[in-house]
Each structure stands twice: as C-alpha cells, then as structure tokens.
C-alpha cells in the first residue's frame, strides 16, 4: 500500500472507530456489534504499526472509551482505567505468553502464573473507599476521567456502603463490572415492550443505561448486579497478586465471579478457555470471553503499560455468535399481553452450535429502522438466553424481490382491533378473547395474587385448551366435574378440590378481580386503587378518562388503557358472563367524588385523637390519599405533638398545616 493510501485508510478507520465509539459509550446506541468494531481496530492498529509516521495523535488506539457525558460531574481517575489488548486465537495467545517472558528475560519453557477471569459483557465502573466508606463511584469514561454514578451506584445491592473488615484500608480503589443477568434482562425487555417502550438491544445496552439515569430511583427499580475484578490506588494494605485480592475482597462485602482460577503456564490458560467457551451458555449473565493477567503485582509493575493498555493482561474474545442467512418470511405475533411483534422466519442456519431458524425484529419501529424485508441476506445474533436477532441487513446482496411487511390493520389471530396508542412503539391486540393470549391469561387469571383458584395451574391449564374445553376465563366457571375427569391422572378428590377452588374464587375481592382481566399498566396496587375508588365493575365499566384521571396515581396512559379495554365488545361479553356464572367480588364502598377526592394528606408528630392507620382509613374512606412524605403535591399536613422535619418542610414549601382538631372538622 502507497503511503497516501495508508494515510487515507488511517483517516477513514479513525473517524468510524471513534464515531463507533460515541454511539457505544456517550449513547447507548451501537450500530455494528462488537466483533465489527474488533475487526475494524484490529486493521487501524496493523496499519498504524506498518506506518507509525502516519498515526494521528488523536488515534482511537491511544484512547478507551469516550468522554464523560455533559450531565454528570467528571472524576478523575487516581490512576488510568486502561483498556485491554485483545486476543483472538490460541496462536494470539501463545504470542502473549513468549513476549511476557521475553520481557522478563525468561527461558522460553519457563511456567508464569496467571489469574484467569471470565469477561463480563457490562459496564467498567471504579468504587473508591475511604476509611471504610463508599464514597465516589465512576465510570471508566475515557479511561483518564469519568462520570459520577455514586448515587445509582448506591442502589446496587451487590456494592457493600461500607467494609466488612474492623480495619479497613485508608483508601481502597476497586475497579468492576455492573451486569444486568439474563433472566431479569429479558423480564425487564418484555416489560418495556408492554408499556410501548423500546427494548434493549443486550444486557449491556441495558444496564449502561440504568447506571446512566439522573434519578437514581429509576436505577434502583433495575436489577443491576456487579462483579469485582482489580484494585486501583490502595494506601494501608499490601496485595502481593490478582489472585490473592479476589481471594481477600470478598471477606470484605465485595462479589468476586466464583469462576476465576489462578493457574500455571499458557497450556493451563488455554484449558480454561475451552472450559469457559463450553459453560458460557448454561451461565446465567453474559460474557465474551476471559481476561487473563500475569498474577504477581511485582511482575505486573515490572511489565508496565503501553499506550492504552497494560502488557500484563489480555483479553481472548470468544468467536462472535453471529451467522449470515436469509429471511424466508416476516410474521406477526401475538405475544401475551396482545402485543404484535415481526418474527422473522429464517433459512436454517447454526450459530454457535444452535439451530437458528427464526429471530425476533423487536418491534415495527425497529424493523422499519433496519429495513428489514421478506427475502433479504441478514446477520442474525445469539446473545446467551436471549432470542436470537437480526443485527444487519446485507442491503448491497438485494435483487429488488424483497418485500417489507405492513403494520396488521387487525390482529392476525382473532382478527380483533389493533390499537396503537400515540407516544408507544407497542402494537397490540386488545381483545380478551383473542387465542394466542388465552394461555397466558388463564395462568395470570388463576394466580394467587389474582382469582387465587388453587390447584388450577399450567399443568391443568394446558390440557384444559388441549381439550378445547375453554375459550375465555368465564369459561373456567362453567366447567364441571366430567370435564375435569377427562384430565390424565385425574381422580375423584382432586376433581371436587378444583371445583370447589373455583367456587370460592367467585367472591375475591373486586381489586382482584380487576387485576385478574389484565388490563395493560394495571397492576395491584392500581387495580386496588380503582377498585376503591370506583366500588364496582359495573362502575369502573362506565367510568371517563377524566373520572379515572381523577384517582390518585391513575395517569393519561392508564387511564386510556382502561377506558380502550372496557370499549371493546368481545371483553364487556366476557365480563357478562364472568357474572352471569356467578362471579359477584365483594363490592367495596365507592369513594370517587368523596371529599377529599385528589388530595394528599401527611401525618406528622404525636396524634392523640387517633392513629396514623386510623388517620389513612379516614382519608382514604374520602377518595384522598395518605402519604408518608411532604412534596409540593402535599395538599394537608396534620401536625401533633412534637412535629420535627415534616412540618419544618411544609412551611418551607406553603403546605397548609393543620392540628388534629381542624383535621376533624374536614372529617365532618
């Protein structure tokens, strides 16, 4: 190559890498997976090393990372949080272990020890102790500064407030990697995808984000996890090696991952990757592959550093879990909650020893963002659990046949109106009735929490829609006992215990019963808001976005969900006969346009006239609301005795304030 042509070349991957580089850390956002990105910094840096004249200071191969983003306050890090060189195959590896020990001046057979680590596919973040303490937690930024996540770091229960040592060093730096495990991760996508929010593409994606929130209530609501891996700066403690650190830290509050092993010599280190490479499915977070460093600090500050990155450490990916493939055709889905999502349906193809032929599009945003047609050449991904994905369309392998799919006009199974409601991506059937829902609705319908008919659970379920036995959940109160006989291993008792469980269930409570039909972003708590505030079906039935607004903690999005449930015919025929057979829910005393409809009450100090449950009855009795703090939205504070902090907030903040007596004469 020319050198004209190597310094356009350079350019060129230096301006995407670091493009590539906003999207991944700054944005959450990336557009090419990870082994793209390897690939692309692999030829940067081959070239870089061809033409060393020609490399730009700037160069994406002297960084790691980007910048801190503008909304949270930078850290600088006490020492550098490198990045790590990468290893590809056992020949990368092997040339690893000689440049080690020619660097110590090492026989060739000579046997170093290592610390091998599997690698977290997650978030790099730095934890800094003092005393003891849990001060400042950073992410690694661009590897010299960082972004100040103490307070979402703080809502990790895996990061330990405060040592669990009598005498903790005077500082202690630990860097880590904050995980979202896969189980959580794909509940948590499923729930964005039910209320019309875009999922996360990865575990990773996932919890950059949570840690990345600037209310750190919404990261606490996010199952993050962390493992710790290496120290920083510490003053008033020795470490001799990696090794022994993993083996101290946990004794300290720390999680160290239980499947790091110290081992002697590369042979050893090439056994645990196989080992790793074979387990990775069955673990239930992500990894990408092992990090392996030399284990004596003493070695470790004898081999120093590069430009970006330690000699004492590597990173040995595993073979991308990506193959290439056709999409036969795009089918819409009716998933549980009546949410229609494109499933492409592929030729046949095995990614990382699995047969892949379908892979979901997410949603029809998303397809319609990839521009993913019937017909085309795309380079579908398995992440661990995760269903697989379509990551790329080959758009230049096109020949004009490929054909897009429209968003359904109606429900592809029971041929029910789609609603879509503006701001969401969600496309959703909302009929109850509607087949590919039932399944799911009849388990949700008989859970404890909701109708609570015990005995009647999936097993039973199944072969109750094996036998076509019901259609809908009022089907499940007119079965009868030769019905249940038809089940395998079915006997007498255990038929008249399941008749009798839903015999009992026709009298729950209403909120129950509410929660039970499953009306999308109704939950419990919700359900039971609306069940006293309503007082019956009948009511809550007929009731306006604007009477349902007026319930605290019912916004627009439920409301209209409500509102969208109860004017669907197929679901008011449900509920008739869900009465019709007698389903009569204890009804609750109506509370909507009681007195203190919408307003907010907060109890404070020493009440003599009657407790604080008491006190919330009364309030709530009157359609208002109870809290336990004072905000701006508090509209009474009741002051006893010996009030402290709340009463000094409501008079900062204009809160009426007022004694018990007053309190009661509201009441009357």
């Known amino acids: 190559m020319e050198n004209q042509d190597a310094a356009r070349r350079i350019a060129e991957l230096s301006a995407e890498l670091e493009r590539h580089n906003r999207l991944y850390y700054e944005q959450d956002q990336p557009e090419i997976t990870d082994a793209a990105y390897d690939q692309l910094f692999k030829e940067l840096k081959e070239l870089e090393e061809t033409y060393p004249e020609l490399a730009l200071p700037d160069s994406p191969t002297r960084r790691v990372g980007g910048r801190p983003l ?67 937690g950073s992410t690694r930024g661009d590897g010299i500064v960082g972004e100040d996540v103490t307070e979402n770091l703080k809502t990790v229960k895996a990061i330990p407030l405060r040592l669990r040592t009598p005498q903790p060093p005077e500082l202690l730096v630990v860097r880590g990697e904050v995980y979202l495990p896969l189980a959580p991760f794909q509940k948590f996508n499923e729930e964005r995808q039910e209320a019309g929010e875009p999922p996360f ?80 499915e069955e673990l239930p977070y992500e990894i990408d592959g092992v990090v392996v460093k030399v284990d004596p600090f003493s070695l470790q500050r004898e081999l120093g550093e590069k430009s970006r990155s330690p000699r004492w450490a590597i990173a040995w990916k595993f073979p991308p879990r990506q193959a290439i493939t056709v ?28 047969i892949v032929s379908r892979a979901t599009l997410h949603n029809w945003e998303e397809m319609q963002r990839k521009d993913v047609r019937s017909g085309d050449t795309v380079v579908v991904e398995r992440a661990g659990d995760v269903i697989p994905a379509v990551v790329q369309v080959l758009t230049d392998q096109r020949t004009g046949a490929e054909v897009p799919l429209e968003i ?24 109850l009735a509607c087949p590919a829902q039932l399944r799911e609705s009849l388990k949700h319908f008989a859970s ?106 019912v916004g ?11 004017k669907n015919d197929d679901n008011r025929a449900v509920i008739k006969r869900l009465q019709q057979n007698g389903v009569a829910p204890t009804v609750e005393e109506k509370t909507l346009g009681g007195k203190f409809t919408g307003k907010t009450f907060v109890f404070t100090g020493a009440l003599t006239r009657f407790t604080r449950d008491e006190a919330k009855r009364m309030v709530e009795a009157e359609g208002g609301h109870a809290a336990g703090s004072v905000s701006k939205k508090t509209d009474y504070v009741v002051a006893g005795a010996e009030a402290g902090s709340k009463l000094e907030k409501a008079r900062q903040l204009g809160v009426k304030v007022l004694t018990e007596d007053e309190f009661m004469e509201l009441m009357k």
């Open 327 to 354: 999409v036969e055709q795009i089918v819409p889905q009716v998933g549980r909650t009546g949410v229609i999502t494109p499933v492409a349906h592929l030729k046949p193809v095995e990614v990382s020893g699995v």
């Open 201 to 280: 593409a990865n575990p990773r994606n996932a919890a950059a984000g949570s840690l990345r929130q600037l209310d750190s209530r919404i990261t606490a609501k996010r199952p993050l996890s962390i493992f710790c891996y290496a120290p920083g700066e510490v003053i008033g403690y020795e470490f001799g090696s990696q090794g022994a650190f993993l083996r101290t830290i946990p004794a300290w509050g720390f999680p160290v991952n239980d499947l790091v092993r110290s081992v002697s010599g590369i042979a050893a280190v090439h056994a645990y990757y196989e080992d790793m490479m074979a387990r990775r």
């Open 448 to 553: 404890r929490r909701a109708m609570d008919i015990e005995g009647l659970g999936e097993k039973f379920i199944e072969q109750l829609l094996s036998l076509g036995l019901v259609q809908n959940v009022a089907d499940i109160y007119e079965l009868k006992r030769e019905d249940f006989m038809k089940f395998e291993r079915m006997g007498d008792k255990l038929a008249d215990n399941l008749l009798n469980a839903i015999e009992a269930s026709k009298t729950r409570d209403l909120s129950r019963l509410i929660y039970a039909l499953g009306i999308r972003n109704v939950g419990e708590h919700t359900a039971k808001l609306l069940a006293r505030a309503f007082g019956s079906m009948e009511h809550l039935e007929q009731a306006s976005e604007e009477e349902l607004t007026s319930v605290r903690e």
């Open 556 to 566: 627009p999005l439920v409301a209209a969900s409500i509102v969208d449930f109860f």
């Open 70 to 136: 503008d909304k949270f306050v930078p850290v600088a890090h006490r020492t550098p949080m490198l990045s790590l060189e990468n290893a590809f195959t056992a020949d990368d590896m092997t040339d690893f272990d000689d440049r080690i020990k020619r660097f110590l001046g090492l026989a060739g057979d000579a046997q170093i020890d290592y610390t091998c680590e599997p690698k977290m596919d997650g978030v790099a973040v730095e934890l800094i102790y003092e005393n003891g303490l849990f001060t400042v």
């Open 408 to 431: 359904p006009a109606t429900c592809p199974e029971c041929g029910g109106e789609v609603v879509r409601i503006p701001g969401e991506v969600a496309v959703r059937c909302i009929g």
